[in-house]
């Protein structure tokens, strides 16, 4: 069964640490995604990548970076968490040409 | 500046009836539109989608209609069931491949 892995389903970090979420799809796809979901504000797209060491801000970018050595890999790194960034995260992959994303289960992230 | 719209949160409707979502979008460079649902503590899962060269799509219960002079799209979920409640996301995409979605619309079926 062809699918996108978050590493961690719930994780809880302190302000100021710098927090990895990383992301593994196994469909050989070449487009990568983060977004952020919230109440009331749907999905919001923090990064994406087109291929390997490619990478492109989204729409809500600030206080995050991204690294995607290898194409099946990708991950979202917080600088430095602040609870404003408390939120669910979900990273999804798709293949060039195709429409739709195949979302991973997300990871909760509480900054406390 | 969100460009896909839902500008209803929530929707109960009982066992057996239509339940109807509502979508808008601002953007007229969208060419493919998409609905996706979501259920707690899981990822996003693609329900049905609809090309902006045609007006309506159907799979099984579910159906789409795009009505691209309204910038307007709505899912018509026929009869709903209580597997149905979840929460429905409309999105919508450009030639870049980057999906954009709408706040969601949390449906409540009752038996």
């Known amino acids: 069964d062809v699918k996108v892995t978050q590493s961690s389903r719930y994780l809880v970090k302190r302000t100021g640490e710098k927090v990895f979420l990383e992301c593994v799809q196994d469909m050989d796809h070449e487009n990568m995604f983060w977004y952020r979901q919230d109440p009331g504000l749907g999905l919001r797209l923090i990064y994406f990548s087109y291929d390997v060491k490619m990478k492109e801000k989204g729409d809500i970018p600030e206080g995050y970076s991204v690294s995607r050595e290898k194409k099946e890999r990708f991950s979202l790194i917080l600088e430095s968490a602040s609870t404003n960034q408390t939120s669910m995260y979900l990273c999804?992959?798709?293949?060039?040409?195709?429409?739709?994303?195949?979302f991973g289960s997300g990871t909760r992230l509480t900054v406390v | 500046d969100q460009q896909v719209k839902q500008n209803s949160p929530s929707l109960s409707v009982q066992e057996g009836r239509i339940s109807i979502l509502n979508c808008d979008y601002t953007n007229s460079m969208f060419d493919y539109f998409l609905w996706y649902k979501k259920y707690p503590a899981e990822g996003p899962t693609f329900l049905i989608s609809i090309s902006s060269i045609k007006d309506k799509n159907e799979d099984g219960r579910f159906t789409v209609f795009l009505n691209k002079s309204a910038k307007h799209l709505s899912l018509h979920i026929v009869p709903s069931q209580p597997g149905d409640s979840a929460v429905y996301f409309c999105?919508?995409?450009?030639?870049?491949?980057?999906?954009?979605f709408g706040a969601g619309t949390t449906v409540t079926v009752r038996a």
């Open positions: 999804a992959s798709s293949k060039t040409g195709d429409y739709g994303y195949t």
């Open positions: 999105a919508a995409r450009k030639w870049d491949y980057k999906l954009s």
